[in-house]
Structures are given as structure tokens and as C-alpha cells.
């Protein structure tokens, strides 16, 4: 449960959003200003957002959700 920095590209578009699950900088001079913010103020929404998010995307979560498709298939298959 930390501040995430990440660079800002296309790869993090969709799950994580700037400023409320996560900080992004485009350029070394956004990270040193993200940095800055990161250990002068509370982080503690971000970081909670952040964890949720994560929480989503864990490899356990990705499991039930491909067990689901398996039996909505199979499912389909029979009728």
C-alpha cells in the first residue's frame, strides 16, 4: 500500500487514472514534481484506489473470471 508513480502511457490507459489511483509523469521534470507531492501530502485516497484497483486485477481475480467465461461457453455449447 504505496503511492504509485508510473510513466504516463497508452499501457495504464483504462485502469489506472492519474491523481486517483496513481501519480503520472510524462517526463523526468513531472516526476520530480510528483515526487514532491508524493512525500509532502496525504496519499492516503490515492493509495486506497490504487489498492482497490489492484485488488481487480490480482491473478486470483483474473482465474474466477476466466472459470466464468469457461462455464457461460460450455454452457452455450450445450444448447
Sequence with gaps: KLPLLVRDIPVYEGWLKNNYNCHMGKNNEDFIKKIKVILSEDQTTI????????????????????VK???????ASKS
Excluded: A, H, W
Excluded at 48 to 63: A, H, L, M
Excluded at 69 to 75: A, D, G, L, P, V
Design 47 to 66: 493509495i486506497n484506489n490504487g489498492y482497490e484497483t489492484v485488488k481487480k486485477r490480482d491473478i486470483s481475480e483474473t482465474g474466477k473470471e476466466l
Design 69 to 75: 467465461i469457461y462455464k457461460e461457453i460450455i454452457n
